[in-house]
């Protein structure tokens, strides 16, 4: 299906039109067609109504994933409702933030998270139904059991929400992305066409739904008529086999769980032949994983850079690039811009694009990009440029038109009147063979105002040599980027989705000072 998608439920309804048959999602032993797919999220979609919920009402899923996490996604966008799937992670209070800023009044809750429910349920504002979801408790199959499937879809707008995801929140409560039928629409086309998807395509979803990683990757592939086999949660070695078992051709991955894979043992002996696509993304690939799972891995890499205001990705580094031995600093590159997004390179400070070459902060444009944060006008306004989204990644083009991000632009360190991008200096700390985890942070200088710290995880077993590391340091970045001192802890502090707190990190050496950076 190459046309626009103008509503999110028309991809389903026409593979229904071409094979009604064939099978649509799998999850463990069980498996739907696409009229048994569609049939079920019909049913939702009435149910809703018979709660009395209305277009625009939010309703919020919580669980490990389900198949009926996607059927309610799809259920909100013919209803004209709105799904905000819960980061299943968060701590029980942060639960309760999400859940009253989406004013949720339908919450579907996975069986294994009611006793956490019940711990802030008399804290939830807005919810008046919660329908609990598997275990011997059911009510989730009996609530479509009861509802007739709905007919025709509401008539919705391209600008209408019908999914909501809240960013990790790394500083300040969470804010939930609005995404429409015009934003996931036009990334399930692009993505499509980057990734290769098409109607005998195998697509494993094994991110968790409430990124853009789980359920965009998701609606990409369905959009072509692929086969969805969802994952509940990563087991490295279970994962492995059902690839290999179910023939999968297109899998997404967050380096960490590359990482475990390699640790399976037998790993470089499986037969992966039937994946065409292995994406990886969401957080840096150390260099030295990478050509690890490249070595281990006979097969087609694909580096994915976005974000869930993008609906997903937005920049890709096919695998003509990963093995390309005439440029192998490709290897560092977050891709080229995917079909229908521009993105430009500007100086946050002046707001004027700079030269190619130089480091400024990335701004995207194109129909995939959010409309907004729920109920955060200002934060929304502060977000964009005219019509350019300002990520907060600071990143250079090359004069090839391939894009490398360098970090955060709010991490940036400032030594000496020099800008130091912490992902860079972790580049080359990640390389020192004793070093499992890195995260380099700016702490306070008489002299320079601050200078680069390191605080590293060492590999079990392992006994780093501070004075060493520098050294190996010395010999790979210029003199003002260098640690000048390394921190070595036995874990680094991270935020329910796993990314590194460095605020946490940089918190004891600011104390007492009137500005943090």
């Known amino acids: 299906m190459a046309s626009p998608i103008h509503h999110v439920f028309d991809p389903i309804t026409y593979w229904v039109s071409q094979d009604p048959t064939r099978v649509a999602l799998r999850f463990e032993d069980e498996s739907w067609t696409w009229q048994q797919l569609s049939d079920r999220v019909r049913r939702n979609a009435a149910a809703q109504s018979a709660l009395g919920l209305a277009p625009g009402d939010r309703v919020a899923f919580l669980d490990k994933n389900h198949p009926a996490s996607l059927e309610t996604t799809l259920a909100c966008a013919v209803a004209g409702t709105v799904n905000a799937v819960l980061n299943y992670r968060l701590a029980p209070s942060e639960l309760a933030y999400v859940i009253n800023d989406s004013r949720a009044e339908l919450l579907i809750l996975g069986a294994e998270f009611v006793d956490v429910i019940d711990t802030i349920k008399p804290n939830l504002d807005h919810v008046r139904t919660i329908i609990v979801l598997g275990g011997e408790a059911d009510e989730y199959e009996a609530w479509l059991g009861k509802a007739p499937p709905r007919e025709t879809a509401h008539p919705t707008h391209p600008e209408d929400c019908f999914l909501q ?23 399930s086309i692009a993505a499509s066409a980057a990734f290769g998807f098409a109607r005998d395509s195998v697509n494993m979803v094994a991110m968790p739904l409430f990124h853009v990683g789980g359920t965009s990757w998701a609606l990409a592939a369905m959009s072509q008529g692929a086969e969805t086999v969802l994952v509940r949660e990563v087991v490295p070695a279970m994962v492995l086999d059902q690839i290999i078992r179910q023939s999968v051709t297109h899998a997404f991955f967050v380096p960490a769980v590359i990482r475990f894979f390699l640790q399976v043992p037998g790993v470089s002996a499986r037969d992966f032949r039937s994946l065409r696509c292995l994406g990886y993304g969401g957080s840096p690939m150390p260099e030295a994983l990478l050509r690890e799972a490249m070595s281990t891995f006979d097969v087609d890499f694909y580096q994915v850079y976005g974000m869930t205001e993008a609906s997903g990705v937005f920049c890709v580094l096919g695998p003509q690039h990963h093995r390309d031995s005439a440029r192998p600093e490709r290897l560092r590159a977050a891709g080229q811009p995917i079909e229908g997004v521009e ?77 130091i991008y912490p992902a860079e200096v972790e580049r080359v700390v990640s390389e020192y063979p004793d070093v499992a985890e890195v995260a380099v942070i700016g702490v306070p200088d008489d002299k ?70």
């Open 343 to 419: 993105v430009r390179v500007v100086d946050p400070a002046l707001g004027d694009e700079v030269p190619v070459g130089e480091v400024g902060e990335f701004q995207i444009r194109g129909p995939q990009v959010t409309a907004g944060y729920w109920q955060r006008e200002s934060d929304t306004a502060a977000s964009f440029d005219g019509e350019w989204f300002k990520t907060g990644d600071a990143g250079r083009r090359d004069p090839d038109g391939f894009y490398y991000v360098e970090d955060r632009v709010k991490d940036v360190i400032i030594s000496g009147g020099e800008n």
């Open 448 to 517: 320079w105002g601050e200078v680069v710290r390191a605080v590293v995880v060492a590999k079990s077993g392992a006994d780093i040599d501070e004075d060493k590391l520098l050294d190996f340091c010395a010999a790979h970045l210029a003199g003002y980027k260098r640690p000048r001192t390394i921190d070595i802890v036995p874990s680094l502090p991270r935020n329910a989705t796993g990314k590194i707190l460095k605020r946490d990190l940089r918190a004891p050496h600011w104390a007492g000072r009137s500005r943090s950076v």
């Open 165 to 187: 995801l809240y960013t990790s929140g790394t500083t300040g409560h969470p804010k939930g992305a609005m995404l429409t039928h015009r934003s996931v629409g036009a990334h």
